[in-house]
């Protein structure tokens, strides 16, 4: 069990002491959910970083990246603008998770 699911669990089972108040036990659960949401984000996100691997996707090597700059520089175009909307795209998503969250969107 991870160490966030343990935190979850030790809150909820508070949730069911005799001595807790009401207000303490709602609190809790409250709190409870939270996490739960938040973890099921991180790990949305940790899923997207894993999903175009090394081995499947082998990184450029310099010389390749030096030919790709070189080949665009021809015609007039930069590696910067394909990197910059690549780059772009997954701050876009990941930024998306964290606002869907942050607003107290979907589980």
């Known amino acids: 069990m ?4 343990d935190i979850v669990a030790r809150l909820r089972a508070r949730v069911r002491t005799p001595t807790q108040s009401a207000a303490d036990g709602a609190l809790m659960l409250v709190a409870a959910d939270e996490i ?9 996100i940790m ?6 691997p090394e081995t499947v996707f ?6 390749q990246f030096k030919a790709a700059h ?9 590696l910067d603008k394909f990197s910059v ?20 969107g979907p589980r």
Request: aromatic fraction near 4%; glycine fraction near 10%; proline fraction near 4%.
């Open 58 to 63: 082998v990184p450029p090597t310099s010389e």
């Open 2 to 5: 991870s160490e966030t699911h």
């Open 47 to 52: 899923e997207w970083s894993e999903a175009y």
């Open 36 to 44: 739960e949401r938040l973890r099921e984000a991180m790990e949305r």
């Open 85 to 104: 909307d690549a780059m772009r795209h997954v701050v876009t998503g990941v930024g998306g998770i964290a606002k869907e969250v942050l607003k107290g």
């Open 70 to 78: 070189e080949a665009l520089k021809s015609i007039g175009m930069s």
